[in-house]
């Protein structure tokens, strides 16, 4: 049996930069991971899964010195954001509102997990154990034994469930979530743009759902389609040149030309854990929590969890194992995730009701907000973790 301080199951974003974050730390770290990331090649097409990262998202990757290795990746930064259902009544924001050079930057996931993958393997006091299987998982007096499909076994006082949103970890620790279906799907669609290279992310809002743009480098974009599961389901099956049609209609003129590259789709579930925390069990971004993704703010959210954990074990010292340092940062955590899948729920439940009175509400309400400079910066710095 091989013994650990923390071991960290699932190797994506959140829990690459959990498993990293504790092993700076000093402490002993195993991290498991089903499927190893494909490797970077510039000539590889772009992911078609990608996040919108907020500065506080990069400062946790500078802090983990993962953020110069994105870099030497592939990134697109972006300066404007506009939100809109009727071009009276746009909202817009500038990052030079802030002072900011940028309001965030567009990165594939998997170049964030690389990055994070990267900095790991220099850590001699972090096992990355990958491709590998969790197959049971039993509690102890000592803590937690964890049994591979390799035959290795683990064992740690700590676990942290970073395995997205049909968390293992979670059903283990006996956590019940509380979850309803959005009744939407998610398409994402990679583009090449005829306008130039752009710095502006936009959302239209429409009944059926939103529609998005974001940029990528070099005039590549990432679009994304929110409707019905029929709706979206329909478009997948189309031929790209025929998808690209329905675009063209169904996008506003903001777009300009496009070559559709390849697409894909997701359902949209909204799920909260109960608890965060348990017999020693912690759990992480899509294992604890999960968000309509209209405003981006997935990944964001999980990286906020990051640091709330890593700061509260940092602060703790020698008597970082005690439950009561889990429970402060489920106690941190807890209420801002909640608030934040309460305003996108009525995001979405706003904008998705064609009721005549209400569209003249949520119009005003999106040009009154856009003309409210106090209020702009608060929602803006918000969002963006300042």
């Known amino acids: 049996m091989k013994r650990f301080d923390v071991i960290v199951i699932g190797g994506g974003m959140t829990g690459a930069a959990t498993a990293l974050g504790l092993a ?51 990134f697109c930064p972006y300066r404007r954001l506009e939100t809109w259902e ?11 509102s802030l002072g900011l050079p ?3 930057f567009i990165v594939e996931n998997r170049v964030i997990q690389l990055a994070l993958w990267a900095q790991s393997k220099t850590k001699e006091n972090l096992t990355l154990l990958s491709p590998a299987c969790v197959i049971n998982m039993t509690k102890e007096e000592s803590g937690h034994r964890v049994e ?11 676990l942290v469930g970073a395995d997205g949103a049909n968390s293992a970890v ?26 130039p290279q752009q710095d502006i992310t936009w959302q239209y809002f429409t009944p059926r759902g939103p529609r998005a743009f974001l940029p990528l480098q070099d005039k590549e974009a990432s679009l994304v389609w929110y409707d019905t599961p029929s709706r979206v389901q329909s478009l997948c099956a189309m031929p790209l040149d025929v998808l690209k049609e329905e675009i063209i209609t169904h996008f506003p003129k903001e777009l300009g ?26 759990l992480i971004g899509d294992a604890a929590h999960t968000i309509h993704p209209l405003a981006g703010q997935g990944v964001n959210l999980g990286f ?23 429970q402060r940062y489920e106690k941190e955590r807890k209420l801002d995730n909640h608030m934040m899948q309460l305003g996108m729920d009525l995001f979405y439940a706003g904008f998705s009701n064609e009721c005549a009175p209400l569209k003249i509400i949520r ?17 803006l710095k918000y969002a963006l973790g300042l």
Not at 148 to 158: F, S, T, Y
Not at 371 to 377: A, D, I, S
Request: charged content about 25%; some cysteine.
């Open 24 to 74: 700076k730390q000093g402490k002993c770290v195993a991290l498991i991971e089903r499927e190893a990331p494909v490797s970077f090649d510039p000539e590889q097409p772009m992911d078609l899964r990608v996040s919108a990262l907020s500065p506080a998202s990069v400062a946790l990757l500078q802090s983990l010195e993962a953020w110069d290795a994105v870099k030497e990746m592939r």
């Open 363 to 379: 119009n005003a309400g999106l040009k009154m907000a856009n003309k409210e400079g106090l209020l702009k910066r608060h929602v």
């Open 304 to 326: 906020k969890d990051v640091t709330s954990f890593l700061f509260a074990l940092e602060c703790a010292k020698e008597k970082w194992h005690c439950p009561c340092v889990y």
């Open 102 to 104: 940028e309001l965030g």
């Open 257 to 282: 030309e496009i070559e559709v590259i390849k697409a894909g789709a997701f359902p949209l579930t909204r799920r909260h854990a109960q608890t965060y925390v348990k017999n020693n069990v912690v």
């Open 148 to 158: 591979l499909d390799n035959g290795e076994v683990l064992q740690a006082p700590c």
């Open 170 to 195: 979670r059903e283990y620790a006996n956590i019940g979530v509380t979850a309803w279906d959005y009744r939407q799907h998610c398409l994402l669609i990679h583009v090449k743009s005829a306008l």
């Open 86 to 96: 009727h071009a009276y009544a746009r909202l817009t924001f500038h990052a030079e």
